[in-house]
Nanobody, 116 residues
Framework: QVQLVESGGGLVQAGDSLRLSCAAS????????LYWYRQAPGKERKFVAY????????NYADSVKGRFTISRDNAKNTVDLQMNSLSPEDTAIYYC?????????WGRGTQVTVSS
């Protein structure tokens, strides 16, 4: 079955960087778009970034453009999110996502907390 496991979250200060990783299994990883979303306390889950199977033509939410970079390793079945210049507004649970057989699959998420 499809499994997504996020890691790399933590508590950091404003201006710091973090790198999140998502390990995937249960599907042909290299053929699918992979996504990162985040959910801040009391708010809806929102799109952060996606990466196509080839790794080119990535796309980002305006709020993270220029600060976050999504990447993938199709040999290791991992998708990463490099987050730079973090601000308290980036505090959220970050989720990895794939749409497989028309179903949304999510990991359990990893908490990122940015203090001011």
């Amino acid at each position: 079955q499809v499994q997504l496991v996020e890691s790399g979250g933590g508590l950091v200060q404003a201006g710091d960087s973090l790198r999140l990783s998502c390990a995937a299994s249960g599907f042909a990883f290299s053929r699918y778009f992979l996504y990162w979303y985040r959910q801040a306390p009391g708010k809806e889950r929102k799109f952060v970034a996606y990466i196509p199977p080839s790794g080119d033509k990535t796309n980002y939410a305006d709020s993270v453009k220029g600060r976050f970079t999504i990447s993938r390793d199709n040999a290791k079945n991992t998708v990463d999110l490099q987050m730079n210049s973090l601000s308290p507004e980036d505090t959220a649970i970050y989720y990895c996502n794939v749409v497989y057989n028309q179903l949304n699959y999510w990991g359990r998420g990893t908490q990122v907390t940015v203090s001011s």
